[in-house]
């Protein structure tokens, strides 16, 4: 069963926009994971945040967490068209490592 | 690192045929997984294995699926008889640990006719 749902589905913008992409979850959690994958490919890993941290940074992606709200953001700033892929976030939670993935929200970045 | 490595990149076969796909993971990395994609039910972690034991298999679909880590180095997902419904990618991904990231490979696309 899913744990995490992304939120859009499906997000089109113009090279240099920033892209938000959402992520709300059922249940506490241990870890929250952003993965990307293109086309035809394997998921890559973009950040992992813990339930005790609130943001985190890597590059041009941000990525916050609320836990009260039991979701999630990921951003990307000044987009480009590489960054066109599909994004998942992934939970773990209790004692079992069993990391869930959303369906995911595909980016189109136009140049 | 070569990364994970997973062959054959494509399967198509005939329904009732036995399917064996196969994973090598990272040197080093305790952890296995193995999902599937579909359009429908998105990523489903199927069995994930630590220390070549399975840990977790409750997503296998029925037992028709198997799957099996004789050593740190190698994992076989297996399917006889296969369905048309098994039609998917299948990824495997490995960890160092819990609470660290997965590495995936780049998945077999399975066509079952």
């Known amino acids: 069963s899913q744990q995490g749902e992304e939120d859009p589905q499906a997000l089109s913008i113009q090279e240099g926009e920033n892209a938000t992409m959402n992520c709300s979850y059922k249940?506490?959690?241990?870890?929250l994971q952003w993965y990307r994958q293109n086309s035809g490919r394997g998921l890559v890993h973009l950040i992992l945040?813990?339930?005790?941290?609130r943001e985190k940074h890597s590059g041009r992606l941000r990525v916050t967490l609320d836990t009260s709200k039991k979701s999630s953001s990921l951003l990307i700033t000044a987009s480009r068209a590489a960054d066109t892929a599909s994004y998942f976030c992934?939970?773990?939670?209790?004692?079992?490592?069993?990391?869930?993935f959303g369906k995911g929200t595909l980016l189109t970045v136009n140049p | 690192d070569a990364g994970v490595i997973q062959s054959p990149r494509h399967e198509v076969t005939e329904m009732g045929q036995e399917v064996t796909l196969r994973c090598k993971p990272i040197?080093?990395?305790?952890?296995l997984f193995w999902y599937r994609q579909t359009m429908m039910r998105g990523l489903e972690l199927l069995i994930y294995?630590?220390?070549?034991?399975?840990?977790?298999d409750s997503g296998m679909p029925e037992d028709r699926f198997s799957a099996k880590m004789p050593n740190a180095s190698f994992s076989t997902l297996k399917i006889q008889p296969s369905e048309p419904r098994d039609s998917a990618v299948y990824f495997c991904?490995?960890?160092?640990?819990?609470?660290?990231?997965?590495?995936f490979g780049n998945g077999t696309r399975l066509t079952v006719t």
């Open positions: 294995f630590n220390n070549n034991v399975p840990i977790d």
């Open positions: 945040i813990r339930s005790n941290e």
């Open positions: 040197s080093g990395h305790d952890y």
């Open positions: 249940t506490s959690i241990n870890n």
């Open positions: 992934a939970t773990d939670r209790g004692s079992n490592y069993k990391l869930t």
């Open positions: 991904a490995s960890s160092l640990g819990w609470g660290t990231s997965l590495h």
